[in-house]
């Protein structure tokens, strides 16, 4: 009996995959659960297993393809026997042209030789029977000069003509009504010593999110001091009993906590925007942004609010650990429902974050610096050295508003000025 194997939706967003590397060939046996492919996703990158043991007979999908959520990708058979040799990964014919013969490409090749002007009839293929791969169009990118790259210097100058009468001026109406659409960018003169970086796939979904965010969100930026000695105390009381059972009991989980209390009070900032509404959704599911040598992630602590600071803590060490080895999968990439980004040790005063969609706020954090405070002892104002931190939150204006903003920012801070967590 022959099982198909189809695109399975990995993480609940996803609507197609890209086929990035198979681990089996045709005629090879495989058992039950033994990877057979990597998939590409927006979200994460990962694995898929066999649903079945047999025979792979055939692979209905190639490298670099983007194949929809169930359709066929490839055919195991339960009953047959595996061949002496496996066969070599299957391409699929390229589609014929009546133009002439075209390089064989997957669709996502042809993408990426659209947005980097690569003319791909000059790019020689280094795949099965000539067939253009990500790398070789890479190659094109980043060899200067090379025939598959299209010409970026500007054109010649015409030849001199008399200078055009000068427009007559618009009328008042017109004037600063919006833009006019004369700025253009300076094309790009390559010079000695520059280097070309090309988009890595994740680094250009990043580009897209944020320019789909800021052009989406008119977002608000306000702004916090935290004074965390309180928390400094607590933290310092446990810590060690806490590095006993292996769990880093860092000033991160804390402040995840406090967050996570003020989401349930402040449900407007626990939203997304819908067409015409918007949703206080049920679940506080925070996104952690992380840094990976391939770019920013954002994984998702589940059902934050429910969780200690014990909790907390070690859920932080497990998502960014599995982040910067490469072992998230695309459900721990969606669902979050807010968003902390953390500048870590090497961080700066504080700055605004763009705001991850679908949310409707991120809470930016600052460094935390030894800083001279006014406290008040037995009615009299005294200095003391304390711990201070700031934060700005970024708001989509859609749906929060100001008062809902800073109120929800003022109780995170004083939650942590207090110290006020079950651990």
Known sequence: MATKVTMPQLGESVVEGTIGKWLVSVGQSVAKDDPIVEILTDKADSELPAPVAGVVTQLLAAVDDIIA?????CEI?????????AAPAAEPP????AAGPAPPTSPSVRKLAREKDVDLSAVQGSGDSGRIMHDDVMAAISSEPTPGRMATTPPPPPASVPPAPAAPPAPAAARGSGPSGAFRLPPYVPKPGDEIVPFTRRRRIIADH?????????DVVTFAECDLHRTAVLRNQHKA?????????TYLAFAIAATARALREFPEINSRVLDDAFVKLAEVNIGIAVDTDEGLVVPVIRNTDNLTIRGVARAVADVAERARSGNLTPNDLAGKTFTISNPGRRGNLVGGAIISQPNVAILRLGTIKKRVVVV?????DLMAIHPVMHMALTYDHRVVDGVHANG???RVGEILEYGDFEL
């Open 94 to 97: 390229a589609p014929s042209s």
């Open 241 to 249: 009993h806490f590095k006993k059972d292996g769990v880093n009991l």
């Open 408 to 410: 929800f920012l003022y």
């Open 376 to 380: 008040e002892h037995e009615g009299e």
């Open 210 to 218: 944020m320019v789909f965010s800021k052009q989406t969100a008119p």
């Open 77 to 85: 058979d339960e009953d047959a026997q595996a061949s002496a040799e």
């Open 69 to 73: 959520v169930g359709e066929p990708i």
